[in-house]
């Protein structure tokens, strides 16, 4: 569910209406729903209800610093993979102590920084990154809680691009080495192993890659434990998928989710951290853009956008389908029509669908890309020289611009000319 929704026929957020929106900030722009954010996040929370745990928001899904604190003020943690998003929670008014560093490619300053300004864990992904985060710390004088990242080798049944957990990822350390890297890690002296760290992918659809993965952790756990380790946090990682495209099989609810996990690792009495991004922030928001031109082509129909590739990237990307509608809500009986809808940019691949059947438009109506809040505007770029787009958010009957369009000279009064020019 999400509150993005016809009235008298006029598409709103919450009780503004997304016209009014437009109005006021121009198009392209990024809509979000604070209601919605907030309800998601419940969903996972309760999901996990009788257990020690912490649902840590995963920041690249979306990083505005409102969204942040609308997110902190509930209880969030925050899951980071860079120095700059550890500087972005913390800004937002996370404590450290909520914030789990993530990522394959943690540098020296990043991890400094970290464990100067407070960390709950690093999730550490590989015996060389552990050596220094542990130089790190006696440089200090510090701890550094950890867990280590297991690479389970299950399918997560994602696209190929958005998977994590196979043998062939980047990500962690075999889970058949486990045993040796923990002994490791047990014998650096500025660290402290707190847990075990797994994440298998995104956008899953279905639960038996969790359980599977989750199957492994449990044996994984009972195993450490045996040698003599203090397990006592599971990181589970994200992943769960939201309904993108009307005609999938709905995925699992989190309640279903968190029944899952407490079924398969309930027994170990650990602390259980989970890290969704996506189904919070994803339905949560929307991209508004409005129709330059309808064009006749040779066998279609291109529906030319102000949006472009460079503020949602996704489809060119993942080939992701967005659900888009009319900001005006098409009358009862009124024929559709199908269209290639395309943005501005000079790039073929700058196409958001191919053959949509929706209702009629022409210039200078609005059409909303549904499902875009995230990996939207966390993902944008100025390709081409097109400002970043602005981000809103509605909260009830009030909306404010928590990211403005930049003018072109700020754009352009970036760039540095070096003198000899």
């Known amino acids: 569910m999400d509150h993005f929704l016809y009235k008298d026929g006029a598409l709103f957020a919450e009780d503004v209406p997304v016209a009014e929106i437009a109005a006021q900030v121009g198009t392209p722009f990024y809509c979000y729903s604070t209601a919605t954010l907030e309800r998601h996040f419940r969903l996972f929370d309760e ?24 997110l902190a003020a509930l209880g969030a943690g925050m899951d980071v993979v860079s120095g700059g998003e550890y500087a972005r929670a913390k800004a937002a008014g996370v404590p450290g102590d909520r914030i789990v560093f993530s990522g394959v490619g943690k540098t020296r300053d990043e991890i400094r920084e970290a464990l100067t300004g407070g960390i709950r864990q690093f999730n550490v992904e590989s015996e060389p990154e552990m050596a220094v985060i542990n130089a790190v710390a006696l440089e200090l004088g510090v701890k550094a809680p950890i867990t280590v990242r297991v690479n389970p080798d299950v399918d997560a049944k994602t696209h190929a691009k958005i998977a994590t957990g196979k043998s062939e990822n980047k990500f962690g350390i075999p889970i058949s080495r486990a045993r040796d890297v923990y002994a490791h890690a047990a014998s650096l002296p500025g660290l402290e192993v707190v847990g075990i760290d797994v994440h298998i992918g995104s956008q899953l659809t279905e639960l038996e890659p969790f359980r599977l993965a989750y199957q492994k952790v449990a044996e994984l756990t009972e195993a450490l434990r045996a040698d003599g380790h203090n397990i006592k946090r599971l990181d589970l990682g994200g992943g769960l998928g939201i309904p993108y495209e009307r005609s999938n099989s709905a995925p699992p609810l989190p309640i279903e989710y968190g029944a899952m996990i407490k079924d398969t690792l309930g027994h170990l009495g650990c602390e ?59 009358a009862p009986g009124e024929e559709p029509a199908r269209y290639d809808i395309v943005g501005p940019v000079c790039e073929t691949g700058d196409t958001f669908a191919k053959g949509r059947v929706m209702s009629t438009v022409k210039a200078d109506d609005l059409v909303a890309f549904r499902s875009a809040g995230a990996y939207g505007a966390v993902m944008a770029s100025e390709y081409n020289t097109r400002p970043l787009i602005p981000e809103v958010l509605v909260k009830d009957d009030q909306f404010a611009v928590i990211r403005r369009r930049p003018t072109f000279d700020e754009m352009i009064n970036r760039d540095t000319i070096p003198e000899w020019l």
């Open 272 to 330: 259980i951290e989970i890290e969704p991004g996506r189904l919070i922030a994803g339905n949560a928001g929307i991209m508004v853009s409005k129709v330059i031109y309808v064009k006749e082509g040779e066998d279609r129909q291109f529906m030319i956008i102000d949006g472009a590739m460079n503020d949602l990237i996704r489809p060119a990307m993942y080939d992701a389908h967005h659900d888009i509608i009319p900001v005006v809500e098409p």
């Open 47 to 70: 999901a996990l209800d009788g257990t020690e745990h912490l649902v840590c928001y995963a920041m690249k899904a979306a990083s505005n610093q409102a969204i942040l604190k609308t």
